[in-house]
C-alpha cells in the first residue's frame, strides 16, 4: 500500500494527523455552534448595560431633585398660651374655672385669701393717719395758731382709731405749747425786769444830775463868798463833799445801768434763740413726717395693689388648661404659673426644631410641607404651608446636649377649607418639611465622598 508524504516549504516531512473519532467532531460542532449562538446576547448585555450607565450618568448630570429639610415639632397659637401668675403669690381661697372651661377676658378664674393683706392694709392705713394727723398739728405749732386744723379726709375717717389720733396730738399740740409759752414767758419777765431796773437806774441818774447842778452852783457861790472871807473853810468843804457824792452816786447808777441792759440785750437773745430752736425743731420734724408719710403712701398703694389683685382675672379670652393649685389652702409661689389660656380665634403655627446644618436652606417664605402626625397619612396628606419665622440664633439644650434653631409655619388657609373632620388643636405633634433649592442628582453621590475626603485630608 503506497502511503503519500507531504514536505513542507522548508522540506520537513509533514506528519498528517490521526483523524478524529465522529463522536469528538459532533461536540467540537456543538461547542462552535453554542459559542456563536452566545455572541449576539453577549453584545446586547453590553449595549444595554453601556446604555443604562450612560442614561443613568446623563440623568444624574441633568436631572434636579427636590430637597426638604424635616423638623419635628407641635402646633402652637400665633400669640401663643397665655401664662396666669400672680406677682406675690398667696393663698388659694376658691377655684372658680376648671381645665377645658371657656373663659372671657377680664372673668375671675380664682380668688386669693386676703386675710394677710387686710391686716397690712390696716396698719398702713393706721401709720398714714397719724402722719397726717402729726403734719397738721406741726404746721399749727409753725404758724403760731391755737389750734388745730385736721384734714377733712381725718374728720371723715370712720375708723375708731382715727379719734384716738387726733385727742393725741391735740393733747401733745397743748402739751408743747405750754412748755413754749412757759420758756418764752420766762425770757420776756427777765426781759421786763432788766428793763424796769434800766429804767430806774436812768431815773435816779437823772435826779443826780439835777442835784449835781445845784450842788455846782452852791460850790461855786461859796467859794466866791469864802475868797471874800464871808464862809468858811469848813463850808467849803463840806459842800465840795456833796458835790463829789454826787458825781461818784452817777457814775455808779451808770455802771449800773449799763449792765442791766446788758442783760436784757442777753435775755434779748435768749428769747430769740428760744423761738429759732422751736421753728428748727417744727421744720425737722416737718421734714422728717413727710418723709415717712411718702413712704407709707407709696407701702399703702403697694398693698392696695395687692387687695385689689386677690381676684386672678383671665388675661384673654380662651380656654383654661394646666391648672396647678386647686386645693382651698394651697400655697401659690410668687410669679409661678397657675394655669394657662389657650387663645381662641387665632392663627395656629407649627413650631418646630430644626438641624443647625439645614438652617442655611431655611428662610421666612420658604413652601414647606405640614405632616400632622396625629392623623393617619392615608387619611391626611401633607398640607402646603409657608415658614413665617426663623430664629435668629440658635436654642442650647444642656440636658440633650444638643441645639437647634426655632422654625414656625403657617399652613394655608385654603389647606383645609373642605376638610371639615380635621380639628387641628394646640400641643398637636407635627412635622415640617421645608423644601430646600433642588440639586442634581449627581451632587447626592458626589458630596458624601468629596466631603469625606476633604476632611481626610485635613487630619493630621
Known amino acids: 500500500m503506497n502511503r503519500v508524504i507531504n514536505v513542507d516549504d522548508r522540506g520537513e516531512v509533514m506528519i498528517p494527523e490521526d483523524p478524529q473519532p465522529a463522536w469528538y467532531q459532533v461536540l467540537d460542532e456543538e461547542r462552535t455552534a453554542s459559542r456563536q449562538s452566545l455572541r449576539k446576547p453577549i453584545m446586547a448585555g453590553i449595549i444595554v448595560i453601556a446604555v443604562g450607565f450612560g442614561g443613568f450618568f446623563s440623568w444624574a448630570f441633568t436631572a434636579e431633585l427636590d430637597s426638604a429639610a424635616v423638623a419635628s415639632g407641635s402646633v402652637i397659637v400665633d400669640s401663643r398660651k397665655k401664662v396666669v401668675n400672680h406677682f406675690e403669690g398667696g393663698i388659694l381661697k376658691k377655684l372658680l374655672v376648671e381645665e377645658g372651661e371657656r ?72 402739751k408743747r405749747n405750754e412748755v413754749y409759752e412757759a420758756k418764752r414767758n420766762a425770757q420776756a419777765k427777765q426781759i421786763e425786769q432788766f428793763d424796769a431796773e434800766a429804767r430806774a437806774l436812768d431815773s435816779q ?116 388648661a394646666n391648672i396647678q393649685v386647686r386645693t382651698p389652702g394651697g400655697v401659690i409661689s410668687p410669679a409661678e404659673p397657675i394655669m394657662d389660656i389657650i387663645p381662641e380665634d387665632e392663627p395656629l403655627l407649627i413650631e418646630a426644631m430644626i438641624n443647625r446644618q439645614d438652617i442655611d436652606s431655611v ?50 388657609p385654603g389647606a383645609l377649607a373642605e376638610r371639615d373632620d380635621i380639628e387641628i388643636r394646640p400641643g398637636m405633634p407635627a412635622d415640617i418639611l421645608i423644601l430646600k433649592s433642588p440639586r442634581k442628582a449627581i451632587d447626592y453621590l458626589v458630596d458624601p465622598i468629596t466631603e469625606s475626603m476633604s476632611k481626610a485630608f485635613r487630619e493630621d
Request: aromatic share 6%; charged share 30%; proline share 1%.
Open 103 to 174: 373663659v372671657k377676658q377680664g372673668q375671675v378664674l380664682m380668688l386669693l385669701d386676703g386675710t394677710r393683706s387686710e391686716s397690712e392694709l390696716g396698719q398702713l392705713r393706721g401709720e398714714r393717719y397719724g402722719l397726717l394727723a402729726k403734719l397738721a398739728r406741726l404746721r399749727a405749732e409753725q404758724e403760731g395758731r391755737d389750734q388745730i386744723n385736721f384734714p377733712q379726709q381725718l374728720m371723715d375717717a370712720k375708723q375708731e382709731y382715727v379719734d384716738d389720733i387726733l385727742q393725741d396730738e391735740k393733747r401733745l399740740f397743748g
Open 205 to 320: 441818774i437823772n435826779a443826780r444830775t439835777r442835784q449835781e447842778k445845784l450842788v455846782a452852783e452852791q460850790l461855786q457861790g461859796i467859794r466866791q463868798l469864802a475868797e471874800k472871807g464871808f464862809a468858811t473853810r469848813t463850808q467849803l468843804v463840806e459842800i465840795e463833799n456833796n458835790w463829789s457824792d454826787l458825781v461818784g452816786d452817777m457814775g455808779e447808777f451808770k455802771a449800773q445801768k449799763a449792765a442791766a441792759e446788758q442783760q436784757k440785750a442777753e435775755a434779748e437773745i435768749n428769747l430769740a434763740s428760744i423761738e429759732m430752736e422751736w421753728q428748727s425743731d417744727i421744720a425737722t420734724e416737718i421734714q422728717e413726717a413727710q418723709l415717712a408719710l411718702n413712704d407709707v403712701s407709696q407701702r399703702l398703694r403697694a398693698s392696695e395693689d395687692v387687695l385689689n389683685r386677690l381676684e386672678v382675672k383671665a388675661p384673654q379670652a380662651g380656654t383654661v
Open 363 to 412: 428662610h421666612v417664605g420658604s413652601k414647606a410641607q405640614i405632616k400632622l402626625t396625629a392623623y393617619s397619612q392615608r387619611r391626611l396628606a401633607p398640607l402646603d404651608g409657608e415658614v413665617k419665622y426663623v430664629a435668629a440664633d440658635q436654642t442650647v439644650d444642656e440636658q440633650r446636649d444638643s441645639s437647634y434653631y426655632i422654625v414656625r409655619a403657617a399652613i394655608d
